[in-house]
């Protein structure tokens, strides 16, 4: 079946400092989104994707959807404390609906 | 506007028993998904409805089902649950089902089978 191979598992970073990440897919999906998870919460969207090539920012935020389609990744710029939380890319194939693949997730800690 | 509301937040049932967990759209929202989190296998698409029907199912046994209201509520339910059945559940709900549409998830359900 489908998958998503999100690296890295999981990153220490300084509070000031850039973060990259980033997912492959064994097939092509049509959309890419990464989420946010904080403890005790469900995943919020960050980002969504639509087109191939699509660089898209919100913020501190920004994710490209791979020329391939089989990859995104997302990079966060100067991180700050609240940035903690579990990053997840997610794909969609385009033929399920909502049926949504999501990557295993990047735990990001960022010390002060 | 009330976010996604799930209930109930906390659960612990005995392997064998059956379980129904309920999710409340955002007011005027008519698509709800459901996801399973775990740590081992991530969050996986359990099923999504739109205006009562079954659109799309995932990889789940048949003790996994689901359905939606008329006022766009839904529940899941599993029956003879198994130890592996403990996680998050989540729901997620967005106006329609067009791929551009943003989902809302819920703040989870979690299950713990004993």
């Known amino acids: 079946g489908q998958q998503l191979n999100q690296s890295p598992q999981s990153m220490f970073i300084q509070e000031g400092e850039d973060v990259s990440m980033n997912c492959t897919s064994s097939s092509i999906f049509n959309t890419w989104l990464w989420y946010k998870q904080d403890p005790g919460e469900g995943p919020v969207l960050l980002i969504a994707?639509?087109?191939?090539?699509e660089l898209t920012s919100n913020g501190r935020l920004t994710a490209q959807f791979g020329i391939t389609r089989k990859d995104s990744f997302l990079n966060i710029s100067a991180s700050i404390p609240s940035d903690v939380g579990i990053y997840f890319c997610?794909?969609?194939?385009?033929?399920?609906?909502?049926?949504?693949?999501f990557g295993a997730g990047t735990r990001l800690f960022v010390k002060a | 506007k009330a976010g996604v509301t799930q209930t109930p937040r906390y659960l612990i049932k005995t392997r064998g028993q059956q379980v129904t967990l309920s999710c409340s759209p955002i007011s005027g929202h008519r698509s709800v998904s459901w996801y399973q989190q775990t740590p081992g296998q991530g969050l996986q698409f359990l099923f999504e409805?739109?205006?009562?029907?079954?659109?799309n199912k995932g990889n789940f046994p048949g003790r996994f089902s689901g359905r939606q209201f008329s006022n766009s509520r839904s529940e899941m339910n599993v029956s003879t649950l198994e130890l592996g059945d403990s996680a998050l559940y989540l729901c997620a709900s967005s106006w329609g089902h067009e791929d551009m549409e943003t989902q809302y998830f819920g703040p989870g359900t979690r299950l713990l089978v004993l």
């Open positions: 994707l639509y087109k191939a090539g």
């Open positions: 997610a794909g969609r194939d385009g033929t399920g609906g909502f049926k949504t693949i």
């Open positions: 409805y739109f205006s009562e029907t079954q659109r």
